[in-house]
């Protein structure tokens, strides 16, 4: 047979099967309805060999039709050989043992054909070589059905000693043939008639490339695919393409990668010029996208899996007139948010108790937007700042909520003596939204 790997031309001329076994033991051994142990010293005919003592075995290799099996019994070391013959009451048969190797046809026991005995009737260790006939059937022993055959000891005896054996073991080797061909592409099969035939072919496709199906025309976008990585790849640049319907060309689709080729999982969105028509790839009509790899990998990646109608989702929560705690006029005081880590946060600060009507009234002129009155209550919102440099005893900062987590401190603007704290014993109020959390 010629060999055929990735090469597209590889050409079979020829193909033959054959069924073998290297040497194990049988699957199972009865010796006069004794079960014995095939692995383990064993004596085939029990203590006392007289006719018409039976060994059964049972192996798949019985089941072979023309198989030639060979049954190696192995020698014994010399305690477990040294076994007198166990006459006792039973007579003695006299005359060299005479074996009749016997296999079941469906109808009963029948000669099986032996081709070789080289353990003299079994009374050295050796081989003895058997084939087994095209009619050979399963049938039950001991309650146990299977492919068996038997050997029984029809006349003689065996003289001074019990044959014993070390172990047993089966090996065979079935007939060469010739098997029924067929190739099969996409779910559909073909069969074989003659020889020679190409089994493998090849695609016209020049680089790495994936083909993805949809059962639903295309259009527009974004289509969104989360691409979940076993194993990231090292990044290269990915070309997607979709078939044209009017000639049934390759064309480049508009896309957005965020899985950087494949180097990371992500979500890659296309969008489609047109709507696509459904084609014909791998023996299904699909609406084909494929996406071709046309540098390659050094470290490929491995796709666990591609989900379509990707989107981002945040699990946030809104959090409205939420009061964060009071001042007591002293500095550095720290105040807990309930929920980390805080987005775009409002804060806004009760000051009715440190303003004066003149300066409240400046400071609704100045950020009408940021002063609210509600009865007696003054609310200022105070703004973010990256850090405290150039501030001054007047402003009302933060630092910005990229700092922020659980807690805000009091002191809000200013350096040294000059830092300002809220002075009122009035709430801080913040009006936020916690950490998004990406499902």
């Known amino acids: 047979m010629s060999r055929a790997g990735r090469d597209p031309e590889s050409v079979l001329e020829d193909v033959t099967i054959t069924v073998g076994r290297s040497a194990t033991p049988p699957d199972a051994a009865i010796a006069n309805d004794v079960p014995l142990s095939p692995s383990e010293p064993l004596s085939p005919f029990g203590r006392t060999p007289q006719p018409p003592s039976t060994l059964y075995l049972r192996s798949a290799a019985f089941a072979t039709p023309e198989a030639s099996v060979d049954l190696t019994f192995e020698s014994a070391d010399e305690s477990a050989s040294d076994i007198d013959l166990d006459t006792g009451t039973v007579p003695v048969a006299t005359g060299p043992p005479t074996l009749s190797w016997e296999y079941h046809d469906g109808d009963g026991w029948t000669p099986l054909p032996v081709e070789t005995d080289g353990t003299d009737a079994l009374r050295t260790p050796g081989t003895v070589t058997v084939s087994v006939p095209a009619d050979a059937a399963a049938t039950t022993v001991s309650g146990h059905r299977g492919p068996w055959i038997r050997v029984r000891l029809v006349a003689g005896a065996y ?48 680089d790495r490339t994936l083909y993805l199906g949809f059962d639903a025309p295309l259009r527009g976008g974004p289509l969104s695919l989360l691409w979940s990585l076993a194993d990231a790849g090292d990044g290269t640049v990915l070309v997607w393409e979709r078939r044209r319907a009017s000639d049934g060309e390759w064309v480049a689709v508009e896309v957005d990668d965020r899985t950087g080729g494949l180097s990371a999982s992500g979500v890659v969105r296309l969008y489609v010029d047109g709507e696509t028509t459904a084609t014909t790839e791998f023996g299904e009509a699909r609406h084909w996208l494929r996406v071709r790899a046309p540098d390659g990998w050094d470290e490929t990646p491995t796709v666990a899996a591609v989900d379509p109608n990707a989107v981002r989702a945040s699990n946030t929560r809104s959090v409205t007139v939420e009061p964060l705690g009071s001042s007591d006029g002293r500095p550095n005081q720290r105040f807990e948010c309930p929920d980390a880590t805080v987005l775009d946060p409002d804060l806004w600060v009760e000051e009715s108790g440190r303003l004066a009507d003149g300066d409240r009234a400046a400071l609704q002129a100045e950020r009408p937007e940021d002063v609210e009155v509600e009865s007696e209550a003054v609310w200022v919102r105070w703004d973010e700042r990256s850090d405290f440099l150039g501030a001054g005893p007047d402003d009302r900062d933060v630092p910005d909520h990229g700092r922020l987590s659980a807690s805000w401190s009091s002191t809000c603007s200013g350096s040294g003596g000059d830092s300002q704290s809220v002075a009122s014993s009035r709430n801080w109020t913040s009006i936020a939204a916690v950490a998004p959390q990406t499902v």
């Open 159 to 206: 003289r001074d000693q019990v044959p014993t054996f070390g172990g047993l073991s089966v090996a065979f080797d079935g007939p060469e043939r010739t098997p029924r061909l067929a190739t099969a592409a996409n779910g559909t099969t073909a069969t074989v008639d003659s020889l020679p035939v190409r089994p493998f072919r090849g695609r016209a496709d020049a």
